[in-house]
């Protein structure tokens, strides 16, 4: 089987710069592709030098996540323009909104999400999302500006299943992350029931959104911390988990997501 992670952050110090050593054992486990999400302009030319080391495998992702938009400079567009026109089969993401993070000032983050949401759109580029606690908000703003026409996916999917519908009538995908399989999200778990097959991906956040201890087969920590990061060759158990739960075989839905994420990400 092939597996297809629609979500990580590969270029994350927390890595300590083993990136090639995690490509090599997440290859070993029959991962063949990878989305790379770039956060701000800072760690955007680590994301470009991962898709340079690894092409074909690391898709490339730039976008301006709302933690940081505080932190974007006045020419922060034209930057991000720059990353996609020269960084070969690259995406835009990580964008959204933020409710959730306490302190995390809201203003601002609508601007900066439509202003990528429409670089998005012109360039008819798949958008990663993320959102927490607004997304009657983000409903409203994807119904009311301009997307990209091949989708856009909403990572680690955590909203209402009443939302499913109306979100994949304007090109949502569903991402379900490994750190649903954990025994307190049933919720999260019960809506991706009701997410369609062809609307479906899996991902792994890595190093974010750990597993349950007994599911995670790839242990990994922070070399400065010695805190548990979540390694992305964890994707096949989560592949495996999603096929249970959806009472498929694995092989079923492995065709399934590849033929979904082929389809937003491109070939």
């Known amino acids: 089987m092939k597996f297809y992670d629609a979500h990580n952050h590969l270029q ?85 909104l933020d409710r959730w993070k306490p302190g995390l000032p809201y203003e601002g983050q609508e601007e900066v999400f439509l202003a990528q949401l429409g670089i998005a759109a012109e360039r008819n580029l798949a958008a990663s999302i993320h959102c927490l606690q607004t997304w009657g908000r983000l409903l409203e703003l994807l119904r009311d500006h301009p997307r990209p026409t091949r989708g856009f996916v909403l990572h680690s999917y955590g909203g209402p299943v009443e939302m499913v519908v109306p979100l994949a009538k304007l090109g949502a995908y569903f991402s379900f992350p490994g750190y649903y399989m954990q025994d307190r999200k049933v919720r999260q778990r019960e809506t991706f029931k009701s997410v369609p097959p062809d609307r479906l991906l899996i991902e792994t956040d890595a190093p974010d959104q750990l597993l349950p201890d007994t599911a995670n087969m790839h242990l990994l920590v922070d070399g400065r911390t010695g805190r548990p990061l979540n390694h992305p060759a964890n994707l096949p158990a989560v592949y495996h988990f999603m096929a249970e739960l959806r009472g498929i075989s694995a092989v079923e839905l492995a065709a399934q997501v590849e033929g979904n994420f082929l389809r937003l990400f491109g070939g």
């Open 12 to 96: 994350d110090e927390r890595f300590g710069g083993r990136q090639a050593e995690l490509v090599a054992e997440s290859r070993a486990v029959g991962v063949v592709q990878m989305v790379v999400n770039g956060s701000c302009e800072s760690d955007w030319p680590q994301v470009a030098e991962l898709a340079r080391q690894f092409p074909g495998f690391v898709r490339p992702s730039f976008g301006y996540h709302p933690w940081y938009v505080g932190e974007r400079t006045a020419r922060w567009q034209e930057v991000l323009r720059g990353w996609l026109d020269r960084t070969p089969g690259a995406v835009v993401g990580e964008i959204g």
